[in-house]
């Protein structure tokens, strides 16, 4: 047994990895060039089960060399057992250290037994040789009678292999290039269809999928489709990717295709999934996704009119819109226009309004609805030289002789250093 | 006060404050002034559940002269809130029961209310029914239940600045008819500038960003006091809203002033009146006192006092006090009172206080004047350990309606603020601790451009500008409230109908909404019931040696006073801190009076006010002893011309400045508040002026002015610190002639005093006391003296229990201790036994006792006899020295084997050290000097600005520190966190009198406290790793113990 600990910490190798986790597992996937049988060992450490492998990298030496070199600052020892490679990697001093010779703390005890052997002066794991099974299991703990036996090999300690990692590839290779629209969407409909066979049999259904084509000229173009839900309807496929092609370039011939893609969980049959998508409506969204940006309109707890929505992604569930508040235009101008009005101060509502060149005569109004600024924000650097930040707008719901309904607000008290300034943001 | 409002006059009668606590933005302070400023007529508070607020503002207001209405905001689980302001004093008394009744029914800190409960109460009161965004038809029910509660009720009307306003009033002027509606703008803040600390307060009470807050915040700023032309416009043609609040002013006739408070009712013998029985027990007292008949200057100002009690009609309040202490008395509590009230030979008389007015010139001015208006204010100290006792009596003798403890407001301080204004602005935390730490060195420029840019921050950023501006606005705005440590209101008729009381944390303790500068305001009385742990110590050590009171120790005993100018004096109460023990070889005390000011010179006032020095050079001869001026010899003559007392800044300011009593009470009143000291400035100019006018000179004025300023901190009163030189006096003489029985009350007393058991134990051995291990064979819980040695009690083993102990002497009483009949104890009872060794005597080391212990069955005893012993002990190795001394602290705190660094010394990195007896005996002025010891104290008094004091103790002895406060910040990691420190720094020596005082000044600090974890294992280095993966020791075990961490 192997055992490798990562004293330094996991190597950042990317940052935007997921958590630690997720991170030793890729580092355990990436030792598996060396043996199959690699278990990670929470929270920084692996074992590897290096029976009958180390004579294939020239021996116990050379591969721990070779390990040494792919994991800088990692401690790496072998030992008969996990255990004792274990102990050996996090508490040896030199790699050929004596079992005996180890602290005790080596075999990973509970605080409580750790502390007594620690006070009645068992350092070391020779030390506890010289008591008799019975006197440890009375005197300290089953637990560590067991650890000394998982030490020792007499008792096997069960470990978790990670299992060989799948990858969701099909390629395909062509001695005559394939020029034609045609032989591609044919090329790539085979291998989707072995793609979609394999994610069948493991239950997946893509989420991402990659194209690649390998032109004659060495340069290599692709795309990259996402599904609204995992997919493996070989026909859906194939027609979303025939959309994409016409932005393919195939140069003077394409050599090779590759398709790749990102995978999860998509048991057979899928089931009614109340509020979320039904498998025929995911497929329409796809299509409409390849052709233009989708998403949807979510609220955001926030006084400022044009604070208070956010967009987000057509396939995350309708978000539920708090209790109507104060009366919102239907629409919201993304930038209020400039209007002028003549209206009595210091706060009455419009009587009349000038506004892209028409004028209206307003005829009921509400307001003014007070909204301040929200004091902590920062503005640019250009805004705060431009114009004077406003402090609050007085909003105003007005109607006018034809029945029109305008969403107006001014900004800026009367008396203040500038005169206030009106706009409109909407219409009703 | 009726008078017709104006139309364009306006009175806010909606407006929180402060005391809403997290809502409202504003001190009740800010409130008045600002009111007064708009020209408003009259103002209402009325905060959220509580009436907490209303007193401060009533002071502020009556001082002003602004009209106030004092009422509270009602918050019901089943209706709208209701503002309600009583009508007259049982309209108030009634407001007060029903917030009781909330308080009773919550959680802390909460009020629980429902209409039923105004239904009860309703009587007398002006309510006020605030609406719900849109008044609906659950509203209008609610409403008109409320209306037929029989109170005179409108329905409150804001601006709340949202589209449909218009259609809001309207609605609510129909539900209210029109005659009903009143106009408010629902304050929060007084000015539109606080607006964004009210936002910071929402998010800190609901626990968000303010990013994350959202919708929770206000969409405006517009709760604010506003002009009543403004107020009149927005409820344009709502006009009689805002006649309706004069009609609401004539209504309420209440304010604070109405409330009459009397002394609880005291038994007094039939035919006799409160005074009357009063001058009897004060007599008897006398007689008692004064064995040979009390000195006729005694007599008569005995007389004088009773007097003076009588025409003001405070008799009922010293019996009360005289009962509570005569309690103690026949419990055999020692008690004392202190404080002011010592000034008083009546309170001498009863018992109640240990000051002789023969011996010491008391002010009973400063006490009880007949200008002050206020009652007097005794507190009494009782010991610590049995101060449950005495409130329990005062609860089972007045009972929870008449007695409750006064309230303490927690007020920001700037740690506090700076974090929760921090997290509520999202600032980084790593930052938010960088400024948080800055309010560590108090008097500074808080967080100044210079301290930012040293700590590494930007003062221009504009997030960090921001988050300080608004931590300063919110340092001093009240938290929360809490209960005050022991300062107790009585009252003759139900306590919840002048105040509302409330539980507290603690079970069965209640308290009541106003602190004591509310109480005093009022003129409530009370009596504070403090803990002090010299006394229960003092009184240990008396029954180990027979003594039945204080008044046994024979006074004046010269040997006492030859150990106090050596300065040998750890333990003795007062003077054993590191500063006071610098001062006893200089001051030399020979005389009670010498305490006394020993007691009251090591303080922040006179170090402040520079007057320290010169009363030394005076006494030591080494400066002319000059008056001032002839008029204020009889005020300074016994202090050497130094002013040092409370009681003397007042003298002066009356006898050389011209301040009348009742200014110079106002003077001693800005000095006690510690929370402004700056309110002084006022004073500043009147009194050197005064004094200069009189013939002074303006230097020696403004130092008396300084040094007034400096008692704006903590100054002591004359009396007071007679009252403490009188235990300073006992405590020295016990340590002086039963060193050994005092050791043991001092360690049976922990916690308590300036050091560790360790310490206390080594000064015993220091003074040849023998000093024996705790055993199970011969210790009982308490420490004991055994033939004259200190034999240390179980007590001393860290985890061990009382109850344990009293099992072992059981065991003890029936027969020979030994390890099957131990065996009956709980396995942790052994195990803690085994750790500290303290199973020797049954021929067991540590180890073989901790294994035994822990094979040990718990299954109780058979009848066939103890249980089978267990198996003996395999063999297990040998304890080092060091591991003894190691595990000696472990169980312990201290070890009589060896010191840590006497095992240390020969370290690697001790190497260059000497011990700290060699600085102390060989090294000279100015010379280099590396050490290294166990931090005992630190050190860092507010009159010091920012320099730290750290003892260090090693095997031979101890050392005193300075770090300056330049070195401070760069050793602020080492100062704050390590046990062991290594230090190297010059010595400075200084020599007085033939008495010689050794600091050291540092250079630099190293944390050494990895090493103290290398006790155990003092063998060659061990495997690497060990110390790098599992790193820092054990925190719940620690082989050094904690030092004392004074500010």
Redesign the interface.
């Known amino acids: 047994m192997l055992s490798i600990w990562l004293a330094a910490g996991l190597p950042a190798s990317n940052p935007s990895d997921a958590p630690a986790e997720r991170a030793l597992d890729q580092l355990a996937l990436r030792c598996q060039g060396f043996t199959p049988l690699v278990a990670p060992d929470p929270p920084d450490g692996l074992l590897l089960d290096i029976t009958g492998c180390a004579h294939l990298f020239g021996g116990e030496a050379r591969l721990c060399a070779r390990i040494g070199a792919m994991l800088p600052g990692a401690r790496i020892a072998i030992g008969g057992t996990a255990m004792a490679a274990r102990a050996l990697a996090r508490h040896g001093i030199t790699s050929d250290a004596r079992l005996d010779t180890l602290p005790v703390t080596a075999l990973g005890l509970e605080a409580p037994v750790a502390r007594r052997l620690h006070r009645l002066g068992i350092r070391r794991i020779g030390a506890l040789t010289r008591l008799s099974r019975s006197e440890i299991r009375a005197g300290f703990s089953e637990d560590l009678l067991l650890r000394l036996d998982r030490l020792h090999g007499r008792v096997a300690e069960p470990l978790h292999f990670l299992p060989p990692p799948a990858a969701w590839r099909e390629a395909e290779s062509h001695h005559e290039p394939l020029l034609t629209a045609e032989q591609l969407r044919a090329a790539l409909a085979r291998l989707v269809i072995r793609l979609c066979d394999r994610l069948e049999a493991a239950e997946c259904g893509l989420t991402i999928l990659q194209v690649r084509f390998r032109r004659v000229d060495a340069r290599v173009v692709g795309e990259t489709i996402g599904f609204a839900a995992p997919a493996r309807d070989a026909p859906h496929i194939c027609r979303l990717l025939a959309e994409r092609l016409n932005r393919v370039d195939p140069g003077f011939g394409v050599e090779g295709l590759e398709i790749e893609g990102e995978v999860a969980a998509l048991p057979a049959g899928q089931p009614e999934l109340g509020g979320a998508f039904r498998p025929e409506h995911t497929q329409t969204f796809d299509l409409l996704a390849t052709r233009a940006r989708l998403s949807r309109l979510a609220p955001v707890a926030s006084h400022v009119p044009e604070r208070a929505m956010r967009r987000i992604p057509v396939t995350e569930p309708p978000p539920g819109w708090p209790p109507a508040g104060h009366p919102r235009p239907v629409r919201l101008f993304v930038r209020p226009e400039r209007i002028e009005v003549i209206a009595p101060v210091p706060d009455d509502p419009p009587l009349l309004m000038r506004w892209r060149g028409a004028s209206h005569r307003i005829t009921r109004a509400t307001g003014p609805e007070r909204i301040a600024r929200e004091w902590w924000r920062h503005e640019s650097p250009e805004a705060a030289g431009r114009a004077e930040v406003e402090m609050l707008r007085d909003y105003y719901a007005i109607e006018d002789e034809a029945g029109q309904r305008f969403w107006v607000f001014r900004t800026g008290l009367h008396g203040g250093a500038r005169p206030p300034r009106w706009f409109i943001h909407g219409v009703f | 006060m009726t008078r017709g409002i104006l139309m364009t006059e306006y009175a806010e009668l909606a407006a929180a404050s402060a005391f809403s606590f997290l809502e409202g933005a504003s001190h009740p302070q800010e409130l008045v002034d600002q009111a007064l400023f708009l020209g408003h007529a009259a103002l209402g508070i009325a905060d959220r559940n509580t009436v907490a607020g209303v007193v401060r503002a009533h002071v502020a207001a009556k001082r002003r002269g602004l009209r106030l209405l004092v009422g509270s905001r009602l918050g019901f689980e089943d209706g709208p809130d209701v503002i309600a302001y009583p009508r007259d004093r049982e309209g108030w008394g009634r407001l007060c029961r029903l917030l009781s009744l909330g308080k009773g029914r919550a959680a802390k800190s909460g009020c629980r209310l429902r209409l039923d409960d105004l239904e009860d109460q309703a009587a007398g009161m002006a309510l006020i029914v605030m609406p719900p965004p849109w008044p609906d038809a659950a509203f209008a029910a609610s409403l008109d239940r409320i209306a037929g509660f029989g109170a005179l009720v409108w329905l409150g009307a804001a601006r709340r ?4 306003d ?2 809001r009033l309207e609605a609510l002027a129909a539900l209210a008819g029109r005659r009903r509606l009143v106009a408010v703008n629902d304050v929060l803040y007084h000015a539109p500038s606080r ?2 600390l009210q ?1 910071v307060m929402r998010c800190i009470r609901h626990g968000c960003t ?8 206000e ?4 709760r604010h006091l506003k002009p009543a032309a403004e107020m009149a ?1 927005l409820f344009r043609g709502y006009e009689g809203a805002i006649a309706a609040q004069a009609e609401i002013l004539e209504a309420v006739g209440f304010t604070l002033g109405d409330i009459h408070y009397e002394y609880p009712d005291e038994p007094v013998p039939p035919g006799k009146t409160p005074d009357g029985h009063l001058a009897d027990l004060a007599w008897a007292g006398a007689a008692i006192r004064y064995p040979g008949g009390a000195p006729a200057a005694i007599t008569a100002t005995i007389r004088r006092e009773l007097d003076l009690i009588a025409q003001l009609g405070y008799a009922r309040y010293f019996l009360t006090v005289n009962d509570i202490v005569g309690f103690a008395r026949r419990q055999g509590i020692l008690c004392q009172g202190r404080g002011s009230a010592a000034n008083s030979a009546v309170c001498y008389a009863l018992g109640i206080t240990a000051v002789d007015p023969a011996e010491i010139d008391l002010l009973f001015e400063r006490f009880v004047s007949a200008e002050r208006g206020e009652p007097p204010d005794i507190d009494v100290d009782f010991e610590h350990e049995r101060r449950e006792e005495v409130i329990q009596y005062i609860y089972g003798r007045y009972g929870r309606a008449r007695a409750a403890i006064a309230a303490a407001v927690i007020h920001y301080r700037p740690r506090s603020a700076i974090r929760d204004v921090g997290k509520a ?1 999202g600032l980084e935390a790593a930052t938010i601790e960088t400024l948080a730490a800055q309010s560590w060195n108090p008097g500074d420029a808080l967080w100044s451009d210079e301290r930012l840019r040293e700590a590494g921050l930007d003062p221009a950023s ?1 997030d960090l500008r ?1 988050a300080i501006g608004l931590a300063r606005e919110l340092v001093d705005l009240p938290r929360h409230l809490s209960q005050h440590v022991g300062g107790f209101v009585l009252t003759r008729t139900r306590l919840d109908e002048i105040v509302p009381v409330g539980p507290a944390a603690m079970a069965e303790r209640s308290f009541i909404e106003w602190d004591k500068d509310d109480i005093d305001a009022l003129g409530l009385m009370k009596v504070d019931v403090l803990a002090l742990g010299m006394l229960t110590c003092i009184r240990k050590c008396f029954a180990l040696l027979g003594i039945a009171d204080l008044a046994d120790v024979p006074r004046e005993d010269p040997r006492v006073y030859d150990m106090l100018c050596r300065g040998d004096a750890l333990g003795v109460f007062q003077v054993e801190s590191r500063a006071q023990m610098n001062m006893l070889p200089r001051l030399r005390p020979r005389t009670f009076y010498d305490l006394v000011i020993e007691v009251a010179i090591v303080r922040p006032g006179p170090i402040q006010g520079d007057m320290v020095h010169p009363y030394l050079r005076r006494r030591n001869g080494l400066e002319a002893t000059n008056m001032p001026s002839p008029a204020l010899r009889a005020v300074l003559g016994k202090t050497l011309g130094v002013p040092l007392f409370q009681e003397q800044a007042m003298r002066i300011a009356i006898e050389a400045a011209g301040f009348t009593p009742g200014e110079a009470n106002e003077l001693r009143r800005a000095m006690a508040t510690f929370r402004s000291p700056g309110a002084i400035e006022r004073f500043f100019t009147r009194m050197v002026e005064g004094m200069v006018a009189r013939g002074h000179e303006r230097d020696f004025a403004e130092r008396c002015f300084r040094q007034i300023e400096g008692f704006g901190t903590y100054g002591f009163p004359e009396s007071h610190a007679a009252s403490f030189a009188h235990l300073v006096y006992v405590s020295a003489w016990l340590k002086c002639h039963h060193p050994a029985e005092f050791a043991a009350a001092l360690l049976n007393s922990q916690p308590m005093g300036f050091y560790q058991p360790a310490q206390i134990v080594r000064d015993a051995r220091e003074h040849g006391i023998a000093v024996r291990a705790a055993d199970v064979a011969a210790s009982a819980w308490d420490c004991t003296v055994e033939n004259g040695a200190l034999r240390l009690g179980l007590r001393m083993i860290r985890g061990f229990r009382a109850d344990w102990a009293a099992r072992i002497d059981a065991l003890r009483a029936e027969r020979r201790i030994g390890l099957p009949e131990l065996a009956s104890l709980p396995k942790a009872a052994l195990e803690a036994l085994a ?1 500290a060794g303290a199973l020797r005597s049954l021929g067991m080391g540590r ?1 073989t006792a ?2 035994q212990a ?2 040990v069955d718990n299954a109780p005893p058979s009848p066939l006899g103890p249980l089978s012993c267990p ?1 003996a002990a ?6 080092q020295h060091g ?1 003894h001394v190691a ?1 000696d602290y472990r169980a312990t705190g201290l070890s009589l084997r060896a010191h840590p660094l006497g095992l240390l010394r020969s370290h690697p990195r001790l190497r260059g050290t000497i011990t700290c007896k060699d600085m102390d005996e060989r090294v000279q002025d100015g010379g280099q000097v590396r050490l290294a010891g166990l931090v005992t104290v630190r050190q860092r008094p507010g009159s010091a600005k920012g320099t730290v004091f750290i003892t260090i103790e090693d095997e031979t002895g101890i050392a005193n520190l300075i770090v300056w406060p330049a070195r401070v910040e760069a050793l602020r990691q080492e100062i704050v966190s390590a046990r062991l420190l290594g230090v190297r720094g010059r010595v400075q020596r200084g020599v007085e009198r033939d008495v010689t005082i050794v600091h050291v000044l540092v250079d630099t600090l190293a944390d050494l406290s990895p090493l103290l974890d290398r006790l ?2 003092l063998d060659p280095p ?5 110390a ?3 790193g820092k020791s ?1 925190p719940e ?1 620690r082989t050094a113990p904690r030092s004392r961490d004074f500010h």
């Open positions: 600045y949202a589209p449909d218009a259609a607006r964004p936002d303010i990013a994350e807050a959202g919708l929770r915040l969409p405006h700023g517009e416009r602005l504009p921001r750790e180890r901790l294994w822990g094979l198996a395999p063999e297990l190795p040998l304890m591991e595990a155990d294992r061990e495997a690497a790793s060990e790098g993966g599992q054990r075990r």
